[in-house]
């Protein structure tokens, strides 16, 4: 459904570019988490893909469509939910899905049965003659999906469309995603809460510093890492001798050194995990505990987008 090809987009000559060589496909009917630390590039990658935003270099096909020559096509492809919701004085729910109706060409008798429709999907039904300004930030961020939805795209790209929910309309909007998909819908959705992005996406995508730094299917990336685990294991007093153990040890690798703690990579068996605390123990290290490093988007997270902070905003 979309094929990005070595995107480059660069908001200044001696600004590093935003978006650094970027290829990417996300296949239909995918639900693909979008996620990286602030300022990696996610929202520049989105409002490219969306026509927004011009590409440096590089290429763009969305549902078969070239962004350069099919540019109404893509558009009518994509529902787009952004990450800034606008101001509406004075227009009620139902008057804002009819202005975007008409803003698709879509006839008034249609825009009535859409906007009923697709108020019920996103639960809002008994808000139709209510001003869009007093609806609180779920409501309004369901709104907003239903407005992207009234073209029928085939491609829904939210940009945190979760992001000062709370608890309970952040599992609303997951929900309503899922049934989105469920109805056949591709759906890239930008996030930084990764426990929502791992529980509805079944495919993801780390950018960092304008680079993807990791991609695919949720349980290829994550089980990826399953072969091999990684504990990490505190010491009483000085951490130099237990490192220098691990050292001894073949099957072990020493990832990291820190004054009361190491980290040590194996093949994530039992019998390896045994072996080497069985090691360090007659080596007269004192452990004080050990734990396993989760496997969980968020580790490979941290993992991938070491370095921190990607940006300023
Ligand atoms: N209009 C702009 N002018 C100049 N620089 C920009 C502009 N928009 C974004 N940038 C820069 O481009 C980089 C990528 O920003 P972008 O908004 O794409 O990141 P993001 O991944 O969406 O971050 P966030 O998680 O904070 O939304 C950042 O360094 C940012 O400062
Ligand atoms: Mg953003």
Redesign the pocket.
């Known amino acids: 459904m979309i094929y990005l090809g070595n995107l480059i987009k660069s908001?200044?000559k001696n600004?590093p570019p935003?978006?650094n060589n970027l290829t990417l496909h996300v296949p239909k009917g995918d639900l693909f988490g979008f996620v990286?630390?602030?300022?990696?590039?996610?929202?520049?990658?989105?409002r490219m893909i969306c026509g927004l935003l011009r590409p440096d270099y590089g290429t763009i096909n969305i549902g078969g469509y070239d962004h350069r020559v099919q540019q109404e096509e893509v558009k009518r492809t994509i529902g787009y939910v952004p990450?800034f919701f606008g101001v509406y004085e004075n227009l009620k729910v139902k008057e804002y899905m009819e202005f975007y109706g008409s803003i698709y060409g879509i006839s008034d008798a249609q825009i009535r049965k859409l906007t009923g429709d697709l108020l019920e999907l996103v639960n809002l039904s008994d808000k139709t003659e209510v001003y869009v300004d007093t609806l609180s930030r779920g409501m309004k961020q369901r709104l907003c999906v239903a407005r992207a939805l009234l073209h029928n795209p085939a491609l829904l790209i939210l940009?945190?469309p979760s992001s000062g929910l709370d608890p309970r309309a952040r599992v609303e909007m997951r929900e309503l995603l899922m049934n989105l998909q469920g109805m056949g819908k591709t759906i890239i959705i930008?996030s930084?809460i990764l426990a929502d992005i791992a529980e509805m996406c079944n495919s993801v995508g780390i950018?960092s510093r304008?680079h993807l730094v990791a991609a695919g299917k949720m349980e290829d990336i994550l089980g990826a890492r399953e072969s091999s685990g990684r504990i990490i294991i505190e010491i009483a007093g000085d951490a130099t001798k237990a490192a220098e153990t691990v050292r001894t040890m073949q099957e072990l690798r020493l990832e990291s050194v820190k004054e009361n703690e190491i980290v040590v990579g194996y093949d994530g068996t039992d019998e390896v995990l045994n072996r080497c605390l069985g090691e360090l123990m007659r080596s007269g290290v004192m452990m004080k505990g050990f734990h396993k490093e989760e496997k969980s988007l968020e580790s490979l997270f941290m993992q991938v987008t070491a370095g921190g902070d990607?940006?300023?905003?």
Do not use: F, Q
Not at 310 to 313: E, F
């Open positions: 908001y200044g600004l935003a978006v990286g630390p602030n300022g990696a590039g996610k929202t520049t990658t989105i990450d940009d945190e930008s930084h950018m304008g990607d940006g300023t905003n």
